[in-house]
């Protein structure tokens, strides 16, 4: 089993729809966990980072079952601007600087 | 400011050829990162950095040798690579707070080409 799954998609929803993705992790002591997104050719720019007890920015929402080990990530009224790649990222426990894990991805398109 | 910088933005070099990569950070972050990500691949770390001290090697091959000169700076050095060692080079910094987050924010990265 992978460390860290996503479903790789594509998603293709249209503009203004709700679109959800959810992200498993195997290591139950894992840290930390956050959302990247990653525009072609560009690096990953921090979304959010992943709290315990589910956080929201602006239209995305993001939250973390740690029994089930999967974090969420829901983007509401979706623009054309968030078709991009959104990367889960898990922090393993490390005592220094923490060995992080990407998930392989999720493509989202937005269409008009 | 959460800004890396990493120069060059584009690099082509032969397989007998050295070359340095640079990452800089003026964040204060004490822990600096080296990924490697192929098209359609989420990245993969290379070596991590803690207080300038290599703390992660990811098996990585010596033909790949970092070095961390101060707590800013990062460099990536290359030498007899591989047409497959063609990739995104990203760097990446963190803060290290005990029981932090430490969000690690990312340079725009090298494209790097060996012919």
């Known amino acids: 089993r992978k460390e860290v799954e996503q479903d790789p998609g594509p998603f293709n929803v249209p503009e203004g729809a709700t679109v959800a993705f959810n992200c498993t992790y195997s290591?139950?002591?894992?840290?930390?966990f956050f959302w990247y997104r990653q525009d072609c050719r560009k690096e990953p720019k921090l979304l959010m980072s992943v709290y315990s007890s589910g956080n929201e920015d602006g239209r995305f929402t993001a939250q973390l079952n740690r029994a089930s080990q999967y974090i969420s990530l829901l983007i509401r009224d979706s623009k054309l601007s968030d078709s991009a790649t959104y990367l889960c990222?898990?922090?393993?426990?490390?005592?220094?600087?923490?060995?992080?894990?990407f998930g392989s991805g999720t493509r989202l398109s937005i269409r008009p | 400011d959460t800004e890396v910088t990493q120069t060059p933005k584009h690099l082509v070099m032969g397989m007998t050829n050295k070359k340095s990569l640079k990452c800089e950070q003026h964040m204060g972050h004490r822990a600096m990162y080296w990924y490697k990500q192929k098209a359609k691949k989420p990245p993969e770390l290379m070596f991590v950095y803690s207080y300038e001290k290599l703390s992660i090697n990811e098996s990585v091959p010596s033909r790949f040798s970092p070095e961390c000169p101060n707590s800013s700076l990062l460099n990536l050095h290359l030498h007899a690579l591989q047409p497959e060692d063609s990739a995104l080079y990203l760097c990446?910094?963190?803060?290290?707070?005990?029981?932090?987050?430490?969000?690690?924010?990312f340079g725009p990265g090298t494209r790097l080409t060996v012919t």
């Open positions: 990446a910094s963190s803060h290290m707070l005990a029981g932090g987050r430490n969000e690690q924010y």
């Open positions: 990222v898990v922090k393993e426990p490390y005592s220094s600087a923490s060995k992080i894990i």
């Open positions: 290591n139950s002591a894992s840290q930390s």
